[in-house]
Structure formats: structure tokens, C-alpha cells
């Protein structure tokens, strides 16, 4: 299995980023997956996930309304759309994915992770 995070960067506040991840060593299209984040000295935390068929997606509420995940099983990828970036959204993103049919908000119930892309959002 191997996850593989691209699409970080440095933004300015208000600015946009498309995260994409691209799985291999699996069936893709039977797994959820999911978006967490971690800012140096804190714990990794929730974003986003969506399930295997992609009919369904849940995201923290510090980005509802601003982040869009999505799943395309025919290319293997999971992505993640975010606008209105702010200077809190700074953190190293890693994708994971999840061997539990439902979907899963904490990083322990995750058994793969990216090596993560690292967003900045400063003026």
C-alpha cells in the first residue's frame, strides 16, 4: 500500500490549493479515505473523509463551506479542494485510509497514511 500526498505550497489568506493523493497496492474503490492535518506542536487532526463509492463525505467543522473532498476511482485518487484559505489552515496534510466500512474521524482508526504535503497559508 502506498499513499502518495502532492499539492501543497505556500498561499496567500483567502487563496485556494487542490491536495491531491494518489493510492496504489489496493483496491481503491473499496475503501474509504480521509484528509487529516497537523500544525508543528499539535496532534493530527480531522478534515475531511469520504466513503468508497464517494456518495458520502464528512468534514470538521473549522472547514464546511471552504473544503471540497473527492474521489475518483478510476484514477485511483483522492482530492482535496480548498478555498478561503487561512493562516490556521497552515499544517502538513497526510491522507489515510481507513479499513473500516463506515466513516472514521480519528487517526488511530486509520492503518495507512501519505508522507504529507505542507500548507502555508501566509500574507
Known amino acids: 500500500v502506498q499513499l502518495v500526498e502532492s499539492g501543497g505550497g505556500l498561499v496567500q489568506p483567502g487563496g485556494s490549493l487542490r491536495l491531491a493523493c494518489v493510492a496504489t497496492?489496493?483496491?481503491?474503490?473499496?475503501?474509504?479515505m480521509g484528509w487529516f492535518r497537523q500544525a508543528p506542536g499539535k496532534e493530527r487532526e480531522f478534515v475531511a473523509a469520504?466513503?468508497?463509492?464517494?456518495?458520502?463525505?464528512n468534514y470538521a467543522d473549522s472547514v464546511k463551506g471552504r473544503f471540497t473532498i473527492s474521489k475518483d476511482n478510476a484514477k485511483n485518487t483522492v482530492n482535496l479542494q480548498m478555498n478561503n484559505l487561512k493562516p490556521e489552515d497552515t499544517a502538513v496534510y497526510y491522507c489515510?485510509?481507513?479499513?473500516?466500512?463506515?466513516?472514521?474521524?480519528?487517526?488511530?482508526?486509520?492503518?495507512?497514511w501519505g508522507q504529507g504535503t505542507q500548507v502555508t497559508v501566509s500574507s
Open positions: 497496492g489496493f483496491t481503491f474503490s473499496s475503501y474509504t
Open positions: 489515510g485510509r481507513t479499513s473500516s466500512a463506515y466513516m472514521r474521524y480519528r487517526p488511530r482508526e486509520y492503518d495507512y
Open positions: 469520504i466513503s468508497w463509492g464517494g456518495g458520502t463525505t
